[in-house]
């Protein structure tokens, strides 16, 4: 089996990690290919650069040119799941929503840890569309942008630590979900520090893409996820792709 | 007083068709610029071509260099508004919400034609991230597709007052909003036949921009809708705008 | 355009104070008639008050013998908008729906600024029942009542300008909604002390009237806000207005 | 024990029915004395009627000078019960909530049977507000307005009937609620016709009065209710009352 | 009328204390019988107990042997109502229910004070099936364990207290509600220090109970409560009744 | 890794067929191990059996000696899932929430077929309480009892099909779930049928088990599911296990 996890941003560096973090929670035959978009921005932190960031996956799927069983849209919050979902026949999944509903399996209320507070609602704003919401205690911000967590690891989690602490204990978290996919391989130590289980979502999509091809589950096409019409359409997707 | 009222299609004589209906809804003073997009499809219908249109409509608004008070998004369901409003700091109307605050200025409960099934949910998904849905009584289809609208116009007004006349007789619907910007200049005839008020998104989007710019009221800048921060961008907006 | 803008309460001054604003609000051409009730209290702080003023506004515009296209109940989160409704054909627009509509074009989430803590629950129930309490952050209130306003307008500032900002850092509302009609006038200095959108209430609901006049938009009456039916009444209009 | 029962229109043959309807209900030693408002409409069935009501019940009760325990207002879907709560000490109980708390009881979800569809949402709206509309499978219009349950019972029974077997097995409701207080003493009848529980307003009302004056429980005083503060009022109570 | 009122635990002087609360509660003529059951925890605070409880509850009914007109459930937050109420048909309270409904025909919003803090979801998650979640303010644990109530009631009632004055000032509860079968004849000291109406659910559980019966009200069959269908059962109800 | 998949009742060939459809799904190297419970009913289609079933399912686990890596409560809509989580440590997966967030992965809508109506309210109150409603279009019921779909399997995928059609074409269901252990294996040919996903919950809980066992993710045990404390119980287990 072959899954793609994009990147949603243009970091490469990220792109790895990111690859890594899903090979390691991958079953054995399973291989992982990363997929850092062709355009874009170096990270995701609003809704100008997540609806850059949905074209440019869709984009870079589309130009992939391998088989492959899944696709994983490797951002948090990020608008575009539904569009990928239209052009392809295989599963797709966001790890927002895959986070969430692995979390939900392990306690009676999660919180979400992210990076800067301008992107709470975004991350809100999926769930609650994901209809994964009203388990959701909270969304909380660390204060430090998506980079700064490849920059300085060790006060990235002192600090996203400290948010997961305060979630636990006033929000009645009971399960961490960590909100960003540049915090990959953080959830260990994270868990030894706040004795509540932490999801990955890069590992929760993985193993949930698994799962759907394991069942031979694929999108339904009846419609909202139907293919495009076929129709006239300017500038997709050689300018972008080029 | 100057508004940009942007097509989220590429098909030109949408375009004209919105910008009149903008041009007559507004008030004596109020210039209206209708826009079309440099990219995407000739018609919006699905989760691809509305992501595909967000972009469009951002880079088309970008590349505009006269000043303006105030954008228009003519799209109903789309993408995007949430990146203009980062964008931008002009205020942004989305018709789809403009057209819901105004009907729920007018009755109990309102309905919402459109035309394919397959844009139901977006239409359903927007006006819940919107905060609108829960007074909505039902979004409907017509059953033709966009372009059909202006093709056969006779056949359009007959399938949508069909739709209409059941959304006020078993879904309680008190308000029609019609959903698509090619709808616009229907809402007279439509109105005729079912005996209840029906709001154009267009119209409704350039009163409510024009109220806003003669209160001087802004879009919120503090969280969700802050300027983007600064960072390197492959691909924007020239890939684009070329 | 004729404009009726009711007051809620008998104090005559407020009616000034609010059609004052409502006429700075207002479109050249737009004629605004500040009217007080013929009955009821001098301020309106609760439910009894306000189910009071509903009656009074009533009797007050079925008592006013000019042509006028459009009525503004100026009471935040008072009973009897729906009565209105049902009684006249041309638009009636609530101050506290208008200005949570507004709101809601400008920010993810905004938070209302009140006076007693008394009112709280009144204006959240509005909201609930108007269906625009999803992206309500919190009602909150200054502690002062209705008429304090008037009598010490630097202690009212200070008051209402510390709690938008507890509003803005502690209940992250990105604009705020002034829920008063009395504190009309207070928008721009409150808007510089928080850094947020201010929307006054009258003003909102002014736009919006102008809006729906214009567009030549009137109440549904199929149903909910259909003309009472034939029947024998007593004391009504004329105990009311003598 | 003495409990009022409030009529909210003029038609005192209702009042009758009421007040014979709740004495039948009562424990043996409470006493019900029905009450006739001085002013308002002869059936309700609508908003400007009901706020009409709603101070002319209030109106009632203040003038009433004998003591009392407890106070049902005895409309269904009608507005004032939050005036009452703050003007009176004793527990006020309003005949809409009560049937539903008690049809909760008795079933996963109940429906509601009304008289006109004009007073759908009006019922649909009180529900809401009091946080009881969650297990509510609908509220249906037999068609027949108030005072035709008085003139052709046996009609209004045919007709509620067809209704509350809809609600049962369309609607999925294990219990009827009669939406009007006017039917008091069809439940029986109707009971056998459809195989489920059916609830009567004004009964329940009363014994859940009963409920909170043997538990010594009363409104109370800290916030919504709270009793009106000392000020100027106009026309209030003795225009209308006399 | 006779009315059972079931302890969840196993330990006689909870049944004891509840069944002298449910009497001093009831009419005059209403026979309380505490019944125990044969086997479970001697408290009960979690969902394993509570399972069993709801087993040793309808167990506990099935076996006892008497007429009688309904049932009380005298735990809070537990499960098990569903399946006596399909067993029997005779009307079955349960006490967290009883005391929501109760609390709401009193304040705006209420809060539950209960035991551990492990207790709070299930609470909540009782009131959200049941439909009665709206206007919960919040539930609030005192830290202490249902044996502890009865070893030191002094501390009991300053821990209870304490909450309780935190849900009125910082939630606007403006009605408590004891959570907690153990807390019964408690209510009069914590309403003397916190200014607000307290619920006592045993009270109320028994009161409408009362109420349902005398209005020959009874659990609907129709679908949810349907009797179990006849079937082989191993080791019910022997196992547990021995 | 080992799995234990438990029946919630006492029929021996629907355990088979259950663990027959968990090993299929399952990864290599998973062991699936069947349980049937030493007590209750069966079939279950009500909350008296499912409450059992509750019990006999964690008396069953807990009469198991040997490891195993999580747990699978293997029926649809029943009740005791947070008991199990609370006495255990590994995962506890309940194949109602496993279908429901497989499905949601796969459409913008999800719909349950179950068999008999009554036990569709179980099934609502379940999801609505795993907080996973928001996206089911609709629960169907087949009309057929559990047993009956082992004896006549072609008259039940006939009735299965035929809701699975309604739900997609009225209630705009994009997946369906097989709401029934007992359906376990029909989940192609209904595919088939309908041209949409079908979700076996069987299948889905196995997958999404071996996703938190591969994970190393266990139920949070700092609230909701911890430890219940030690104390003194009365026939447990013992009583139902001999």
């Not at 090979?23 to 997540?50: D, K, R």
């Not at 942008?145 to 948010?163: D, K, M, T, W």
């Not at 009645?172 to 979502?201: K, N």
Request: hydrophobic share 45%; glycine share 8%; net charge negative.
């Amino acid at each position: 089996m072959r899954i793609l996890v994009v990147n949603v941003n243009t970091t490469e560096s990220i792109t790895e990690a990111i690859a890594a973090q899903a090979q390691a929670a991958a079953s054995p035959g399973t291989e992982i290919v990363g997929l850092t978009p062709h355009f874009g921005a170096e990270s995701i932190e609003g809704n100008f650069e997540s609806y850059l960031a949905a074209l440019a996956v869709m984009d870079r799927v589309l130009s992939y040119d391998q088989p492959y069983d899944a696709v994983i849209q490797a951002g948090y919050g990020e608008h575009g799941r539904e569009g990928l979902q239209e052009l392809l026949t295989v599963p797709v999944v966001d790890i927002t929503e895959a986070a969430a509903s692995v979390a939900m399996l392990l306690g009676h209320r999660y919180s979400v840890v992210t990076t800067l507070d301008r992107t709470v609602p975004l991350i809100e704003d999926r769930l609650k569309l994901a209809g994964l919401d009203t388990r959701c205690a909270s969304v909380r911000a660390s204060g430090l942008a998506v980079l700064e967590l490849e920059e300085n690891p060790a006060r990235a989690i002192e600090s996203i630590v400290g948010q997961a602490q305060r979630a636990v204990k006033d929000d009645h978290a009971e399960v961490i979900c960590l909100g960003c996919g540049g915090m990959a391989g953080l959830d260990r130590q994270i868990e030894e520090s706040t004795g509540v289980p932490v999801v990955d979502g890069v590992s929760a999509a993985v193993t949930l893409a698994e799962a759907l091809v394991r069942m031979k589950l694929k999108t339904s096409k009846v419609r909202t996820y139907a293919p495009p019409r076929a129709k006239r359409i300017v500038g997709w997707p050689v300018a972008f792709a080029k």
